[in-house]
């Protein structure tokens, strides 16, 4: 089953905008981790944000994740016609305090980039 | 350092018909990792490896779907025999483990898309 669920479905902007991409989970997790997906190629890993941790920033990426309420969302400043991709957040559920390296991802954001 | 690699890169088979896939992860990651994308859909966990140990596996069609690592190193994932529902897109991953079970992220090799007609 896929815990997470990401918001908006598909995202359409022009180059040099931001992109905001939300998350929301439904168990306690250890992490949570985005990834995105460039058509016809493997997953790459963009971003690893712990459960103790409320943002982190890596580039142009900047990504919060409020426990609370079991959300997180992935901004991408400045956006590039090469951003153009499927973005994913992946959950690694907390088990006692450690994880099993398990990661439930959601259904993903299509984003579109126009240049 | 080199990236997960996985064969083929794409299959063709008809229903009924059986195949296998082949992954090496990254040298010295422990944990291996089977997925299943279909499209429109994001990755689903199959099975997860600790060395040559299953970790999980929940999620994995046992009566079709195997997948095993001998040595702890590479891993083959077998369908047999293959359904209409079983076209997807199937990756490899593999992660290291900082001290104890505190996982990494996950590299993922660039998949085998299957095709059953």
């Known amino acids: 089953s896929q815990q997470g669920e990401e918001d908006p479905q598909a995202l359409s902007i022009q180059e040099g905008e931001n992109a905001t991409m939300n998350c929301s989970y439904k168990t306690s997790i250890n992490n949570l981790q985005w990834y995105r997906q460039n058509s016809g190629r493997g997953l790459v890993h963009l971003i690893l944000i712990r459960s103790n941790e409320r943002e982190k920033h890596s580039g142009r990426l900047r990504v919060t994740l409020d426990t609370s309420k079991k959300s997180s969302s992935l901004l991408i400043t400045a956006s590039r016609a090469a951003d153009t991709a499927s973005y994913f957040c992946?959950?690694?559920?907390?088990?006692?305090?450690?994880?099993?390296?398990?990661?439930?991802f959601g259904q993903g954001t299509i984003l579109t980039v126009h240049p | 350092e080199a990236g997960v690699a996985q064969s083929p890169r794409y299959k063709i088979i008809e229903k009924r018909q059986s195949v296998a896939f082949w992954c090496n992860p990254i040298?010295?990651?422990?944990?291996l990792y089977w997925y299943q994308q279909i499209l429109g859909q994001g990755p689903k966990l199959l099975i997860q490896f600790q060395n040559n140990g299953v970790v999980d596996d929940s999620q994995l069609p046992k009566d079709r779907f195997s997948a095993e690592r001998l040595k702890g190193v590479d891993s083959t994932l077998k369908i047999q025999p293959a359904k209409l529902e079983d076209s997807a897109v199937y990756l490899c991953a593999s992660s290291s483990i900082r001290g104890r079970r505190f996982y990494n992220e996950q590299f993922f090799g660039p998949g085998t898309r299957l095709t059953v007609l």
């Open positions: 992946a959950t690694d559920a907390n088990a006692g305090g450690t994880s099993y390296g398990k990661l439930t």
């Open positions: 040298s010295g990651h422990a944990t």
